[in-house]
Every structure is written in C-alpha cells, then in structure tokens.
C-alpha cells in the first residue's frame, strides 16, 4: 500500500512539474501580448491601417505603407522561397543518397543556423551594393534566403512520412517515377508541407535585420520592386527608436499588428496539422 502511495505520488509530483513547465514556456508569450495589448491597443483605428505617417510631433497618423510594404515583401519572398524550398525538398526525399541531396541537407542546416543579420549583409554586399540602392526587391531575396532551408527541411521529412507503399503501388499501376512523386507523395504530404510553409512565411514577416540591410524603409507608398519600401518591422524599429512620444505609441501599435499576424499564421499552420493527422487517421 506504501509503494502504490509513493508510486501515485511521484506521478503526482511528475505530473505537476510538467504543468509548470508548460505554464513557464507560456507565460513570456502572454506577458508580451498584453503588453502590447495595454501599450498598443488603445491607437488601433481605422485611421491606424488606411492613412500615413504625419510629421514628427504632430498626433494621428498610420502605418497603411508598411502593411502593403510588408505584404509585398514578404509575397515577393513567397514566390522565390517557397517553389525552391519545396522542390529541393522533394528531390532530397525522393533522392536520398544523392550526393547534391547530402550537399543541399549539409548547407540548409547551416543556413537555418545563420543569424538573420548574416543575411542582412550578405544580401546587401551582392545585391544592394551591385544596385548601387536599396531596394525591395533585395529584401525579398534576402527573406527567401532565410526561407528556403526551412521549407526545403519541412518538406523533406514530411514527404519521408508518406508509406512506400503508396510509391510502389502507382509504379506498379505504371506511373512513372516523376508522376509518382508528384501526384503521389506530394499530394499525400501537401498538408505538412503547407504547414511548414506558413511557419516559414511567419518566421520572416518579424525579420527585421536583413530590411535594415536591404529594404531601408520609406515614409511614402512605393509601387516598384526596385526603390525602398516601407514594412511594420521598419517602423517598429524606426519608432521605437525615435525621440518622439506619437512614435513611441505608433511602435507599440504597430507591433501588436505583427505579432497577431505571426499568430494567425502559425494558428493557420497548427489547422493544416491538425488536419494531417485526421486525414491520416
């Protein structure tokens, strides 16, 4: 009866450690949403997402230029990133002892272990320098280049999931080893690799080192690629930063849109999962 007592209570006590541990995992994350809450909230307006930034010391005034110039950068990111990481991907799953897979394994694992603002200046010394200007474009690239290893990992090890049971059914069906992987395994794995995806576009869309680097930031709407553009990390950085109190207020603002874009993004990624998961079951 002691034993069973003891054996109960130490399950008890493991038990309880594991929920703290959980509640201290969670804790920074809701002490910064109400932070930014309390701070940022009370600015949120319609004004806030349609309008520009006034002049220094005057009230009011919004961020509308950095949202589109976020949506832009990180759209243009998207359609670089996204269509190499998948297909390198695909070609590491589907060729695993390839000696280009191992390569292209070896330099994703570094590059998802380079800091961001490694980045910023690599992208800048080849890009903005060769331009001789900054630009959107430049930040665009210097994003996919922190996309890519992570897409290219997420789809890897997702495509590996898929049964090879499945593979040698439709080679037996005689589809070829292309259509296989494609309409097959692809198709089988499409909700992990969109799941990893949205991780990778909420990873880079708080990025704010490599736009220092590349993008620079402007007060204005710009339209083309290829001249500075405004995003919300920017202005975060350049409010925050800034000597006046109506910055201040519009950094905090500013801030708790980007963080409750990152958690729409990452609460879209935990669906497609979830969604995995009941299709497979």
Not at 1 to 18: E, I, K, T
Not at 20 to 35: D, E, F, R, W
Not at 67 to 74: A, D
Request: charged share 10%.
């Amino acid at each position: 009866m002691n034993r069973r007592l003891l054996r109960r209570l130490y399950s008890d006590a493991m038990v309880g450690l594991m929920i703290l541990a959980v509640v201290l995992a969670v804790l920074p994350l809701l002490l910064i949403l109400g932070t930014l809450i309390s701070k940022g909230a009370s600015n949120i307006s319609l004004e806030f997402f349609t309008r520009l930034p006034v002049p220094a010391g005057e009230t009011g005034g919004g961020v509308a230029h950095a949202i589109i110039g976020t949506l832009v950068i990180v759209g243009a990111a998207c359609l670089i990133g996204l269509p190499l990481g998948i297909l390198s991907g695909i070609y590491c799953a589907e060729y695993p002892a390839a000696r280009l897979a191992w390569v292209t394994r070896f330099v994703a694992d570094v590059m998802n272990g380079t800091p961001s603002i490694v980045v910023g200046v690599f992208a800048w010394a080849w890009i903005v320098s060769k331009q001789g200007h900054f630009s959107a474009l430049a930040g665009s690239a210097a994003l996919a280049m922190l996309m890519i290893p992570m897409v290219m990992r997420t789809t890897e090890e997702m495509i590996k999931l898929v049964p090879h049971s499945l593979r040698e059914a439709a080679l037996a069906l005689g589809y070829s080893r292309w259509r296989t992987s494609l309409t097959v395994v692809v198709r089988t794995s499409l909700p992990g690799i969109v799941t990893g995806s949205l991780l990778s576009v909420a990873r880079i869309a708080g990025e704010t080192a490599p736009l220092l680097f590349t993008t620079l930031g402007s007060q204005f709407y710009t339209r083309s690629l290829n001249e500075p553009m405004a995003a919300l990390p920017l202005v975060v950085f350049t409010y925050a930063t800034g000597p006046y109190e109506e910055w201040h207020q519009l950094a905090w603002s500013a801030a708790l849109v980007l963080i409750l874009v990152v958690l729409v993004l990452s609460t879209a990624a935990r669906l497609a999962t979830r969604r995995k998961f009941d299709l497979n079951g």
